[in-house]
């Protein structure tokens, strides 16, 4: 697909042929030297991760080390034969994105029939019992005023949680104006979700992306909290480590064919944990700043310096 709103700016071919399982495999048995498989979810995203004609195998491999796993798909691939081998594989979770209705949804993928397969993939999933399952939709201008239209067609799919983000100006998205929501569609945003939580028919949340200011504990089930190093970690097809694969900017702590992975999240991370350096500019005199401790990592570029505020948005 040729997603409009892609972080990675990525093309239709890649320079970086895919990473050998054995290469990641390799995190995964030292992993499991220093803490419990069990306790540790391993998401594979992509890209598209259901291209990789080893994706079921990679799954079973996870699983025979302990560990549990999950995928973020766009769920052209999803078929009911391939859900069947995935979950004997051990998958524990999913998440399908639909950004819209069908018109909308096939303008940002950049394909005809995108709407057709993940609605089938979001209809198999929801009726599937035992997993994890959520939708993640992009709200932009495009798709903003039919919000109470997709959540009848989510419900009506059989879906029971869904999950909304807005875009960061970076990638694509920088240069794409329709991406981007104004102040009052984004206060508006977090008005349906409240009002849609309320209403209990569909577990409905915002994303982690970012600091909210007197919508938090409203529009999700837990306070923000950037958890980039401090509970996620992320490896790349180049073997980069680093906080988040949000995180677009080059904050990487090592790579995997070069360091061991476990002193990295042990001894490297402190960029992500210590925020301190980033108290200036805007955040230096910010009344939100214990709350917020400047926003989410993916929020800034590689000086350090914040791309946007959330609170700047809410009106």
């Known amino acids: 697909m040729r997603c409009r709103h892609c972080g990675s700016d990525c093309k239709v071919s890649t320079v970086l042929p895919d ?33 990789r004609e080893d994706i079921v195998e990679c799954g079973k491999r996870i699983r025979n080390l302990g560990f549990p796993w999950g995928i973020v ?39 005809p029939d995108a709407f057709k397969y993940a609605s089938e993939g979001i209809r198999l999933l929801a009726a599937t019992p035992g997993i994890g399952f959520d939708v993640v939709t992009c709200v932009n201008q495009r798709n903003f005023s039919q919000l109470a239209e997709i959540k009848e067609y989510l419900i009506g799919l059989g879906l029971k949680a869904w999950r909304v983000f807005t875009v960061f100006p970076v990638g694509r998205a920088a240069s794409d104006p329709e991406m981007q929501l104004s102040a009052e569609q984004y206060t508006a945003l977090m008005d349906f979700i409240v009002a849609t939580r309320k209403e ?69 991370f402190e960029l992500f944990r210590d925020h301190s350096r980033l108290r200036e500019g805007k955040c230096l005199d910010c009344k939100w700043w214990k709350w917020c401790l400047g926003n989410g990592m993916h929020l800034r570029d590689e000086q350090g310096r914040l791309i946007m505020c959330n609170l700047e948005r809410i009106i």
């Open 200 to 268: 209990g028919r569909i577990k409905m949340s915002y994303a982690c992306e970012g600091f909210l200011g007197r919508y938090e504990g409203r529009v999700r089930d837990h306070l923000f909290s950037c958890q980039a190093g401090l509970s996620i970690a992320s490896v790349r097809v180049d073997g980069a480590i680093s906080g988040c694969n949000s995180i677009r900017s080059h904050y990487d702590q090592g790579n995997i064919y070069t360091d061991d992975f476990v002193d990295v999240w042990e001894k490297r």
């Open 73 to 111: 798909s766009n769920g052209r691939l999803m078929s009911a034969d391939k859900i069947r081998q995935l979950l004997c594989a051990g998958m524990r979770s999913a998440t399908i994105s639909l950004d819209g209705l069908e018109a909308e949804h096939n303008w940002m993928r950049g394909v």
């Open 19 to 51: 990473m050998p399982f054995e290469d990641f495999e390799k995190v995964l048995l030292r992993v499991r030297e220093a803490y419990n498989p069990r306790e540790i979810l391993i998401i594979l995203s992509g890209g598209e991760p259901l291209v």
